[in-house]
């Protein structure tokens, strides 16, 4: 892109261009690495362990012999305590990978304030000069 459309524009639509495509592809990496994660809990001492994701929900659940003695209120509550660490888990890898992926959400929250910023400031320029050349014609 010219100099003179840079000025135009107040930024460079090329990168920008560049930028939105690069984006989206690291997204759709994501998403892709996202479907693959898998939470761990486990409680009881590891006497109840389960994994969970978001495709095949909770799995994989494994009740040791000394968990089968706690009685089945305690027990019902220990094996939903193991599901609720496997989701935390789950979402701090999400979290992590998105973070990892894509950069911290500040730093993305701060490309994304600049670029329309940076639009929206040309768009203001492109009006001012709409409306000082219709005035200059009239």
Known sequence: ????????FG??????HTFT?????ALSQVQEEMAELTGQGQAAD???SVAYSELEGVHNLRIGPRAMRLGADVLAETILEAIATARTDLRT???DLVTDSLGA???LEDTVTTLATSAEDALTRSLHN??????RLR
């Open 1 to 8: 892109m010219s100099d003179e459309s840079r000025h135009s």
């Open 11 to 16: 930024f460079d639509p090329d990168e920008m």
């Open 21 to 25: 495509g690069d984006f989206l592809t």
């Open 46 to 48: 590891g006497q109840v």
């Open 93 to 95: 890898q999400a979290a």
């Open 105 to 107: 959400t500040s730093s």
């Open 130 to 135: 709409t409306t000082t050349l219709t005035n």
